[in-house]
């Protein structure tokens, strides 16, 4: 079998256009990797911190706690908010503390846009509280308002004598995806939150004022379109609150911060490798189909009659080949790719800086370069079985990628089928983030492309062992 | 002339490659155009009015049916220097502008008749198919009028671009590797760009994406043919008849 591997990795080395695929895919791979973050879009500024969301308040001076028991809240969105806020002003992005009920995450103490304290799972209904000390504010829950748990402590410096203590809902947008004829585009769909609370209760207790409706608002800035006034509203009765509000307070940091927009830096980073694809294919195809070109099968053959280890051999040879090249050259493009995306305003809190030694990056780097193997074998394969490459070239380069091409003109379920279907399933390894357009997991997208090659490869044996060379 | 048109005719007639390309054409465009047709959805679309080009969809099977094109543009060229049927040619016919006129005149007719042939179907398929997925194309309308005309020219225009790069690099599958790659890989990169100047560019300036939208775009993709053409000329005038692959 050493022998065997011997010669092919001979063979591979003596075709000219070895060399010219190589190398070529190789420089070609990481210049168009660097061309495509340099001509993307990144946003620089980041957007101010921004809230919406409806606050049933009234001032509190000094230190003292806010509870309030939350009886049944709407399941209008997994990331829906309602409980009680302690926040400095009444100005949207002013600095808060808030503990809240979430249909979907649990309860959750989230301070200032950027922490995020996971309480325990349960939801309404629940009493919370806010206790106050100076500048550090305490988050409690209970199932029954007499034994009560610790969620977290935030601290927040420089806070008021008097703050703005009370009730809050809100409910953040939905978004839909839809794409079709090449136009793609998000729809925004509003969803609003309703809440209902009772046991509300501010110590040391102050009869002086009442609690007062507000829908906090972000300050519109000028030239932007303002945001239309949304539902949102309170009822009193007999010490129970409903409120109803919609929108969200976060940022970059609060989990429920959704950006319909992000992109997948990692796969962005690599997405030169379709050049890299085109050159695997040829070497892949090559490596057949020099072979019958030139007759040589029938000297291989004569050499090492047993058809099965001859195309192992074969296929062994390409895929260490194309994974020799491919590692390093997806290497260099992630790495050349990161201070390119730094310049251009991809940098925390809107995206962590990425680095090779993070699980999900190292995944994405070798198995790009496993997927450049396997397709180059999978070439090999269709190259072996129609032993021209005028037939297997056509064919392969049709079946890689005019689905990509054609893919955005379906609608996003056709997108994602065809992408689940074909070999270019296994693309889906660069993959870090789950985006609405997210076809397979990634490693059963290189199973897809696994199972392609593992096909040919069966057929192509099948037909070398019963055809005539 | 009427000699070298004749010979070329014969030599492109008889090659069963030839054949095999031109029914891919019609089976690729009409395979993808079919299945772009069921797979729309104007019924139920968010953003409403929806955006769905119907022309533009019944017409998207030419990103497949190109390779038929391209691949029999290039073998036409390619199969000459692979088995040595160049150094007859050459002999029967010794001016070499007659060879490479008679030539492009044989591959494009056989393009444009076929691509005529399968783009009408995939438009009567279109008829058939799309009114139940809540879209209309009508054969008379100015946009598919243009959409038909403009995609024949287009596949002409991407087989001379073949046949440019066949004359350069007189090797099957290094012209059909780099053609295909010219005309694919930036589109597929540029679904990954997000800045508007450079996704602009892209459009005006990558070969495919540009040759796609009639009638200025056309011009582009005409550019990016007669610039391989011209300098495959070039080169089939000046280089011997040995292929060096």
């Known amino acids: 079998m050493r022998q065997l591997l011997r010669a092919e990795l001979a063979k591979l080395a003596s075709l000219r256009g070895t060399v010219w695929c190589l190398s070529l895919g190789f420089i070609l791979m990481v210049l168009l990797s660097a061309w495509v973050v340099s001509s993307s879009k990144f946003y620089g500024d980041l957007p101010k911190p921004a809230d919406t969301f409806s606050f049933v308040h009234r001032p509190m001076s000094g230190d003292g706690s806010v509870v309030a028991r939350v009886t049944t809240q709407d399941d209008s969105h997994p990331w829906a908010k309602a409980g009680v806020i302690v926040k400095e002003s009444l100005s949207s992005g002013s600095r808060y503390a808030a503990l809240m009920l979430t249909p979907g995450h649990g309860v959750r103490l989230e301070a200032d846009f950027t922490t995020d304290i996971a309480g325990s799972a349960g939801g309404a209904p629940r009493w919370l509280r806010l206790t106050r000390s100076g500048g550090s504010i305490t988050g409690y829950e209970s199932t029954d308002g007499t034994t009560w748990s610790q969620v977290g402590t935030v601290t927040l410096d420089a806070l008021p004598w008097t703050v703005e203590v009370g009730l809050f809902v809100s409910s953040p947008l939905d978004f839909e995806y839809v794409q079709g004829g090449g136009a793609q585009g998000i729809g925004i769909i509003p969803t609003t939150g309703r809440a209902v609370f009772d046991h509300v209760n501010v110590e040391p207790t102050d009869s002086s004022t009442g609690w007062t409706y507000l829908k906090v608002v972000p300050t519109p800035t000028p030239g932007q379109p303002q945001m239309r006034p949304g539902p949102g509203g309170m009822t009193e009765v007999d010490g129970s609150f409903t409120v109803t509000g919609e929108g969200d307070i976060a940022w970059y940091g609060i989990p429920s911060f959704f950006r319909p927009d992000a992109r997948d830096i990692v796969s962005d980073s690599l997405q030169g490798v379709h050049i890299g694809l085109l050159a695997m294919i040829v070497l892949g195809v090559l490596a057949a189909a020099a072979e019958y070109k030139t007759g040589m099968i029938r000297a291989t053959l004569a050499a090492y009659p047993r058809r099965g280890p001859v195309l192992a051999a074969k296929a062994l040879v390409v895929a260490g080949v194309a994974f020799v090249v491919g590692l390093p050259a997806s290497t260099a493009a992630f790495l050349v790719a990161q201070p390119i995306l730094r310049d251009r305003g991809v940098r925390p809190p809107a995206y962590p800086y990425r680095s090779l030694i993070e699980v999900d990056v190292l995944r994405a780097v070798v198995g790009t370069a496993a997927a450049l193997a396997l397709l180059a074998v999978f070439a090999l394969a269709i190259g072996m079985l129609l032993r021209r490459s005028s037939r297997a070239l056509p064919l392969v380069i049709a079946v890689v990628m005019v689905p990509q091409i054609v893919g955005p003109l379906l609608s996003l379920d056709a997108d994602k089928w065809l992408t689940r279907l074909t070999p270019t399933a296994g693309l889906a390894i660069q993959e870090t983030t789950e985006r609405f357009d997210t076809a397979i997991d990634p490693w059963a997208g290189l199973g897809v492309l696994a199972a392609y090659t593992a096909l040919a490869l069966t057929i192509a044996l099948w037909s070398l062992r019963h055809r005539d060379a | ?245």
């Open chain 2, 1 to 245: 002339m009427m000699r070298a048109l004749r010979m070329e005719w014969t030599k492109l007639r008889t090659d069963p490659g030839t054949r095999w390309c031109a029914l891919a054409l019609i089976a690729g465009t009409l395979a993808v155009s079919g299945l772009a047709d069921m797979t729309t959805d104007a019924l139920d679309c968010v953003p409403r009015p929806c955006t769905v080009d119907a022309t533009r969809i019944s017409l998207s099977g030419v990103y497949l049916g190109q390779i038929g094109a391209i691949v029999l543009a290039v073998l036409a060229v390619s199969r000459e220097y692979e088995s040595p049927i160049i150094r007859s040619t050459l002999a029967a016919c010794p001016r070499r502008d007659r060879v490479l006129v008679a030539k492009a005149v044989v591959v494009l007719a056989a393009v444009a008749v076929t691509a005529v042939v399968a783009l009408a179907a995939t438009l009567f398929a279109a008829r058939v198919l799309l009114p139940s997925r809540g879209l209309w194309l009508s054969l008379a309308d100015e946009p598919t009028r243009r959409g038909y005309f403009g995609s024949v020219l287009y596949l002409c225009l991407v087989a001379l671009l073949g046949l440019g790069v066949a004359l350069i690099v007189r090797h099957t599958g290094a012209a059909i590797a780099t053609t295909l790659g010219l005309l694919f890989v930036t589109p597929i990169a540029a679904l990954f760009v997000t800045d508007p100047l450079w996704q602009a560019r892209i459009r005006r300036y990558s070969p495919m994406t540009a040759g796609l939208t009639p009638w200025a775009g056309l011009r582009v993709l005409g550019a990016y043919a007669a610039a391989a053409v011209i300098v495959g000329a070039i080169l089939f005038w000046r280089r011997d008849t040995v292929s060096e692959g």
